[in-house]
């Protein structure tokens, strides 16, 4: 089995698919280690590509998302921007979870920055579009 998020159905976006893709292959039964080995190592096989990617060891290529908390107990930690929680004890609904850093070609990012760096640009557009100059 391998997981490979498909923009085949309307609204949907190549890649946005993947992590709910994930949480169906365990809600279908498949225990969360072996989602995540569809997601990874059985892929890079059917590519012909498992001595270069796929897993984390030495000598290979390995991008990376670093989270607080156990993926493995929730796929919904690995959302970019996390998930909607409720706190039962305080009757309050928050964001919680979310990429906290990517690792990609050895360089570590802050994906909280990334993602308001990325808002601001959209400000700014958006500004621009409603105010163009003269």
Do not use: C, W
Request: aromatic share 8%; no cysteine.
């Amino acid at each position: 089995m391998v997981a490979g998020s498909d923009a085949g159905f309307i609204f949907k976006l190549y890649g946005f698919g993947f992590i709910r893709e994930l949480e169906l292959l365990q809600e279908a039964g498949f225990h969360p280690l072996e989602a995540l080995q569809a997601a990874t190592l059985n892929g890079a096989e059917l590519l012909g590509m498992a001595d270069e990617i796929g897993s984390v060891v030495p000598g290979k290529k390995a991008d990376l998302v670093i989270v607080e908390g156990n993926p493995i107990a929730n796929f919904k930690l690995l959302y970019g921007t996390g998930h909607m929680f409720l706190d039962r004890e305080r009757g309050a609904v928050e964001r919680v979870g979310g990429v906290r850093y990517t690792v990609k070609d050895g360089i570590v990012y802050d994906a909280k920055a990334l993602l308001a760096d990325v808002r601001d640009m959209v400000t700014a557009a958006k500004s621009r579009d409603n105010h163009p100059s003269p």
